[in-house]
C-alpha cells in the first residue's frame, strides 16, 4: 500500500492547529481526516480504522483517554500518537499503559518536525 | 636556735635590759641621794664648827687645847666632806658607765629584733606567693627548703600538705568518675530489668501514626490508639485477624507485589502509595512502613507503621492538576505562534528586515516553550515524581527521534550533524528520561555552535557501558566557569549574547536526570573549540 493511501486520522479541538498539521502532513502525499472531539473521532474510527491516530487528549464530549478505552474495548489494532499539550508524568504513563507509540507535546516542536516525528507509526 | 626561742629570748633579753636599767638607776638614784644627805650634814656640820669657831675667837678664848680640838674637828669634818665628794663623783661615773653599756646593749637587741622580724616577713611573702599557686590549682608547686628553722619546717609541711591535697582531688575525681559510671549502669538496669516493656507499649500506645504489630503470618497481636482511630476497628476486634482486613482494590498491583516480596523477604518496606480500607468502607491514602524484626525467641513478628496522607494526597493532587493545566493553557496558544511563524519563515517572498522580525519571535515562542518543559519537569523532579521505568532501548533509535525532535532548530541553525551508532546498540533504560536528556544536549549543541559548525552524536558501548556523546565545534564553556555547569541557571558568559534564548535549565536537569536512570555525565570543553558531553549509562 502505497503512501498516498495511507489515512491518518488527527482529533484536535483547536481549529488552526488542526488545520496546520493537515496542511503539513498532507505534503507527504497522506490521506488527513480532521475530527473536532472525541465522539466524532470514535464515529470515525468505527467507520473505518486509519492506519494512524494522531490524538489530543483535551477535547470536549470525550476526550482522548475515552478514545483509547473505545479502541480498547473494540480491541482495534490502530497505531496512536499522542499529540498534546499535556505532559504530566500520569497522563504519559497512561498513554503507555494503552500502548500508545509516542507522546507529542504539541509547543515542544515545530510543525516541520511532525511528519518526521510521526512517520515510522504509519501502519 | 628556732624563731620562737629566739623572739623569745630577744623580748626577755629586752625586758631584763630595761629592768636592770630601772634597778641599776634606783639604786644608785639612792646611794646618790644617801651620799647627798651625808655631805649636806657634814657641810652642816661643818658650817655649825666654824660658826662655833668664830664664836669662840670672837670671846676671846685662846686655850690652845681648845683651838686644837676645834682645828681637829674642822679637818674631821672637811676631809668627811672631800670623802662624800669623791663618793659622789664616782657613783656619778659608774652611772654614766652603766648606762651607755645599758644603751648599747638595747641598741644591739633591737636591731638583732629588727632583722628577724624583716626575714619573717620575707619568709610570710614567699608563703603568700605559693597559697596563691595552690589557689589557682598548680599543686605541682613546692616551697623551697633552705632554712632549718620554722619556716624551713613550714615549708616543707606545706610542700607535704599541697601533695596530700594534690592526691585527694586525684582520688576524688577517680572516686566521681567511679561512682557516674556505677549510676549509669544502674540506670541501665533498671531500664533494662524493670518494666521496660510498660515504657515502650506507653511511647507505642501515644504515637499518632498508626502502629500494628503481627506474627508472622500476619495474624495481629497489638495495635495502638492511632491505629484503630485511622481504620474505624476496636482493638478488640482484629485481635487475631490478617493484616489484609485493609487491604482495597486500589492499591496499584506493583505496589502490593513489592510488599508482599519484602515481608516474605524479611525486608524494610516502604510506600506512599497503598490504599486501604476502613471498617466503614471507606478509603484511605496511607504512608506505610514495615519493619520485619526477629524476636529472641524462634518465631518473628512484624511491625507496621501507617500514616493517614489523604488530605496530603488530594492536596498533591490539586497542585499538579493546577500546574498541569496552567501549563496546557499556556502551551495551546504558544504552539499557534510558533508553528504559524515556523510556516511564515518557510515562504520564501519576504523582505529580509521582516524575514527576521519573524525568526526573532520565532525563537522567542521556542525559548518560552522551552522554559516551560523545563519548569514542568524540574517541577517533578524537585517534587520527587519522577522516577526511572526501564525497558529495553535501542539507542540507535532514541537518537533518531531525538535529531527528529530538534529538526527546526537544525534546519535554522545551519550546521552540520552526523549521527554515528551501531543499529543493534541498546540498554535497559527509561526511554522517555533519556530522549530528554539528549534533547537538552542536543539542543544546547545547536544553540551554542556557529553556523557552519558541526555536531556528533554518537552512542557506543564501552566495557559493561553504553557511552553515547554530544560533540561540537561551539563556542565552548570558559574554564573557570566549567565547575558550576550543573547548577540551575547557570549560563556560559560567552554566549549569554547570544540571540539564542538559553534557560540555564538544560544542564541542570541532564545531571538530574542521569542520576534517576543511573547514568552519569562527563565532559570536555575548550572555548572557542567546542564541547564534548558524554553520559554513561550501565548497559
Known sequence: MSIQKKVILIAEDDEALGDMMRQVLARHGVDVTIVRNGKEAIAAIDRKQPNLLLLDILMPEVDGYGVLRHIREKKYVIPTVIVSNLSSANDQ?????????????????DDSALWPAIEKYIR | ????????????????????FILISFSLLIRFQEIRKTTINVEQGVEQQMRDLVQTLHEGTEKPSEMAEIHERISTMLQGSLLARDQEMSIERQFTIIVSILVFLITVVASGTYSMSASISEALNRLEESTKFIVEGNYDHVLPVHQADEFGRFSHAFNQMTERVKEAKHLLEQRVRERTAELEEAYRQVWEKSDSAKKFQKAVEASTEGIVICDEDRNILYVNRAWEQQTGYRASEVFG?????????????????????????????????IVNRRKDGSEYNAELTIYPARSEEEKG??????????????????????VSLASHQLRTPLTEIRWWLASLIQKSSMDPKTRTTIENAHRAAVGMAETIRAMLMITNLEAGEVHSDATKVSVNDVLTDTVLMLSGIRERRGVHLTVECPSDLSLETDERLLKEILSCLLSNAYKYTPQNGSIVLSGKRAGGNVTITVADTGYGIPVSEQSRIAEKFFRGSNVQSLKEAGTGLGLYLVYALSRIIGGSVSFVSTENAGTSFTLTLPA
Open chain 2, 301 to 322: 513478628f512484624i511491625v507496621g507503621i501507617q500514616k493517614d496522607i489523604t488530605s496530603w494526597k488530594i492536596a498533591d493532587r490539586m497542585k499538579s492538576d493546577f
Open chain 2, 241 to 273: 485477624k490478617r493484616t489484609s482486613l485493609l487491604k482495597s482494590q486500589k492499591t496499584k498491583s506493583d505496589v502490593m507485589e513489592a510488599l508482599e516480596r519484602a515481608i516474605n523477604e524479611r525486608r524494610e518496606f516502604h510506600s506512599r502509595d
Open chain 1, 93 to 109: 504513563e497512561t498513554c503507555r499503559e494503552f500502548g500508545c507509540k509516542a507522546f507529542i507535546v504539541k509547543s515542544d516542536i
Open chain 2, 1 to 20: 636556735m628556732t624563731i620562737s626561742q629566739r623572739l623569745r629570748l630577744s623580748s626577755l633579753l629586752n625586758v631584763a635590759l630595761v629592768a636592770l
